[in-house]
């Protein structure tokens, strides 16, 4: 199978349109919002007539009838009432930068807790983003222009990356060795589901079975030294994903894997790092028993790249101690958590944490994203966020980015599932 490249025209064209769209927003902000409330408006009432129709004459699903029927009045009433429809921007932006504080604040928590360095910034964050949510929460109408200049900013940094990119394409000898920077990605809420939108294109062009779908490697030189894997699963959680990362053909992953420990719906927990020896073990396992599906991303490394992921592995590892999981303390029985049954098709050794940053897990924190970060960190990979959060869908969008770019040092990609090739004709992905 293939898939097109991003072409050094591609990147720049890429980079004038956002960097465009940005100055136009920042310097005529009311006229853009007004603009932006027209083509939002007309486009969701459109998209519900269309829908609408298609029911109506192909499906016939009395559901989906009411959805796009909706969805066309929703459309017919921001199109009628501007106002209304700028007021609501500012505020769904205000709960999302409340939840931002929220998880900020139980971060500065679990650091305090742990005394680990850095939780006075993070407490600091936290307060920033409760105060900037109350005001666009509760004084919507007088911050459309203000939220207009801040999209207009973020694009213009967001359409940077592209300028970037097309440099180390054009000069990637110059950029081979550059030190780490911080990237602006996609927000979090658009980022978290890309690897379950493109699991459901898979899932509409193959069939069900177990096995690895290639894509075709950018060259045949270079080795694959270092893998990362981006888990997606059809359940709630599953289609946010999970990361982990396969070194000499060994895997490392971190997660709350002791089930006891779990509290806060599940969010937080003892943090638990787990290896594997066999690749093929673990990915058979992840498709065949777990119904994963595995987006596998091969990377190129130096040998003073290769001794670095060595080193920040074993940093990771300094404080922890062997975790038993139940079934290697009870063989007597059959054991239905997960980290029993990971132990019984793989053989995984599991550690804690006796003191650290990885002591404790958090899901919107310290997680499997994070960890997979730290370690690829290493090596100049630019992907960390402006606010410290990383979803896989952040980390999936960047290593595919950067495979269809020719120059980059990721160099392979397959995709490892539960469901069958069927056709190879189209490009899905």
């Known amino acids: 199978m293939k898939e097109k490249y991003i072409s050094q025209i591609s990147l720049i064209i890429n980079a004038t349109i956002f960097i465009g769209v940005g100055i136009t927003l920042i310097l005529i902000p009311t006229t853009s919002a007004n603009l932006f409330h027209l083509i939002v408006s007309m486009l969701i009432s459109f998209l519900g007539i269309i829908s609408l129709i298609f029911n109506l004459i192909k499906t016939k699903n009395k559901i989906n009838i009411i959805i796009s029927t909706s969805t066309f009045l929703i459309g017919l009433f921001f199109f009628s009432k501007p106002t209304t429809f700028l007021s609501l921007f500012p505020v769904i932006f205000g709960f999302y930068m409340l939840i931002n504080g929220i998880v900020k604040l139980l971060v500065y928590v679990i650091y305090k807790e742990q005394k680990l360095k850095g939780y006075h910034p993070t407490l600091l964050s936290s307060l920033i983003d409760f105060g900037f949510s109350f005001v666009m929460i509760f004084y919507p109408s007088k911050n459309i222009k203000i939220l207009t200049i801040i999209l207009g900013i973020y694009l213009i940094l967001f359409g940077l990356t592209y300028v970037y990119d097309f440099l180390k394409d054009l000069f990637p000898k110059v950029f081979s060795h550059s030190r780490r920077r911080i990237r602006i990605t996609l927000p979090i809420f658009i980022s978290a589901l890309i690897p379950y939108r493109v699991y459901t294109k898979i899932n509409d062009a193959l069939d069900k079975y177990v096995t690895p779908v290639h894509i075709n490697k950018k060259t045949i030189n270079n080795a694959v030294d270092l893998e990362i894997f981006v888990h997606v699963k059809n359940t709630a959680i599953g289609s946010i994903g999970h990361i982990d990362l396969c070194f000499e053909n060994k895997v490392y992953s971190y997660g709350c894997y002791d089930e006891s420990s779990k509290r806060l719906f599940e969010t937080l927990g003892d943090g638990v790092f787990f290896s594997i020896n066999s690749k093929t073990k673990y990915l058979k396992f992840c498709t065949s028993h777990s119904k994963k599906t595995i987006f596998c991303f091969g990377i190129t490394l130096t040998d003073k790249q290769k001794l670095k992921i060595k080193k920040e592995l074993e940093k990771i590892k300094e404080h922890s101690y062997r975790w038993y999981c139940k079934q290697e303390t009870d063989d007597t029985q059959e054991h239905d958590d997960y980290a029993s049954i990971l132990y019984k098709h793989t053989n995984a050794r599991f550690h804690k944490f006796s003191k ?74």
């Open 356 to 429: 650290g940053k990885w002591k404790k897990y958090f899901l919107f924190s310290n997680n499997c994203v994070k960890l997979v970060d730290k370690v690829l960190g290493a090596t100049g990979t630019d992907i960390l966020q402006i606010n410290g959060l990383i979803t896989p869908g952040a980390y999936y969008n960047y290593l595919n980015k950067e495979f269809k770019r020719k120059n980059s040092n990721v160099i392979k990609k397959d995709i490892y599932t539960n469901i069958k090739e069927k056709k190879h004709q189209k490009d899905f992905l």
